[in-house]
């Protein structure tokens, strides 16, 4: 399952907190499903670019999913910040990175270089080429789920591409 989202968007919020963790409790944690992250930072956002960056440089030390967590869970205060507040969102990521577990020198050496920033552009890039144009999108398999939708539709979806792909191993 690849997510395309933006840590800015209150509907990828919402599905954040209210979905995301059935789907990783039931699915990712269970075995059956891996999930990836596709950046769409869309331009309105003023600080989603560098929060997708934050996160990226906590990937490098195998924290993304931590850091993921951390930046909804701070959306309200970091959110809204104005572009020109980026010192400031800069400080918060830096302090959300500590508590994910991401070791200090490193973080702030990546953010600093801007290491993760072709990453993000690369993401952003993907989710574009893939006509994917609104945040939170999500493809299980080739199928395109749009919105933060209930958590039962996700399932349907899961199930059917799960069933299906029992269906292909079986007939080999």
């Not at 969102?89 to 302090?95: E, G, K, L, N, Y």
């Not at 299980?140 to 349907?156: C, K, M, S, Y």
């Amino acid at each position: 399952m690849v997510v395309i989202s933006d840590f800015q968007c209150p509907y990828c919020k919402t599905w954040h907190d209210e979905t995301y963790p059935a789907l990783r409790r039931e699915y990712v944690d269970a075995g059956k499903l891996r999930m990836a992250y596709l950046h769409l930072p869309l331009p309105n956002h003023s600080q989603a670019r560098l929060a997708a960056e934050a996160s990226m440089c906590a990937s490098a030390s195998g924290r993304f999913w931590e850091m993921h967590d951390r930046i909804f869970a701070s959306q309200s205060r970091w959110s809204r910040l104005a572009s020109a507040d980026s010192l400031a969102a800069r400080a918060m990521f830096d302090s959300l990175s500590v508590t994910a577990g991401v070791p200090a020198a490193q973080y702030r050496s990546c953010m600093a270089a801007g290491a993760t920033r072709s990453i993000v552009q690369a993401d952003f890039a993907r989710a574009v080429a893939a006509n994917v144009s609104s945040t939170p999108s999500f493809f299980v398999g080739n199928t395109l789920i749009e919105g933060a939708v209930p958590l039962a539709d996700f399932r349907r979806v899961i199930d059917s591409v799960l069933a299906a792909a029992r269906a292909t191993t079986a007939r080999r």
